[in-house]
T-cell receptor, first 112, second 112 residues
């Protein structure tokens, strides 16, 4: 099962864009890149996912490198409510035995 | 739609006892996954149930078991509790293996 590597923590100022990187050098062709975040005292929350092309939704954008060995979650205008641990994980929906491996994630600190 | 609910939210047990945790998925979701989250090990996959069948299992001892009912509600059981079982147990439901997971708030288990 493939793994991902993320920085332990990042800081950003409120109302500025945030770029959260993720490395997944062993990604396979059928692995989707998923991002979740976990706010304090809550369960993880789905943010976005993609396969090859960049993706946008109301929460964030996902930029995927051309070789798919890395990706970046972009929060366009961070607020204090975006302070959370962000997890980048790989998911292969074609393999029912595929197990999601959650790393330590990136703790995002937003400074007012 | 109502979100994923987990009961109880908090639980205190002593070593050697057993415990049963309950999870009600989002209506219409047939997949339920369980995770253990500890400060040292992060989020670790326990097992997944789909249509009352265990489809996938993580690397946990046999003391950890689960089941899913015909209404997709799921329970997990931990027998012969150990101090190291103290953790946040999270349940997540999904419409299928191609879809994102929706997490409940978790059950905080403390073993004394």
């Amino acid at each position: 099962d493939a793994k991902t590597t993320q920085p332990n923590s990042m800081e950003s100022n409120e109302e500025e864009p945030v770029h959260l990187p993720c490395n997944h050098s062993t990604i396979s062709g059928t692995d989707y890149i998923h991002w979740y975040r976990q706010l304090p005292s809550q369960g993880p929350e789905y943010v976005i996912h993609g396969l090859t092309s960049n993706v946008n939704n109301r929460m964030a954008s996902l930029a995927i490198a051309e070789d798919r060995k890395s990706s970046t979650l972009i929060l366009h205008r961070a607020t204090l409510r975006d302070a959370a641990v962000y997890y980048c994980i790989l998911h292969n929906p074609m393999d029912s035995n595929y197990q999601l491996i959650w790393g330590a994630g990136t703790k995002l600190i937003i400074k007012p | 739609k109502a979100g994923v609910t987990q009961t109880p939210r908090y639980l205190i047990k002593t070593r050697g006892q057993q415990v049963t945790l309950s999870c009600s998925p989002i209506s219409g979701h047939r997949s339920v996954s369980w995770y253990q989250q500890t400060p040292g090990q992060g989020l670790q996959f326990l097992f997944e149930y789909f249509s009352e069948t265990q489809r996938n299992k993580g690397n946990f001892p046999g003391r950890f078991s689960g089941r899913q009912f015909s209404n997709s509600r799921s329970e997990m059981n931990v027998s012969t509790l150990e101090l190291g079982d103290s953790a946040l147990y999270l349940c997540a439901s999904s419409a299928g293996q191609y879809n994102e997971q929706f997490f409940g708030p978790g059950t905080r288990l403390t073993v004394l």
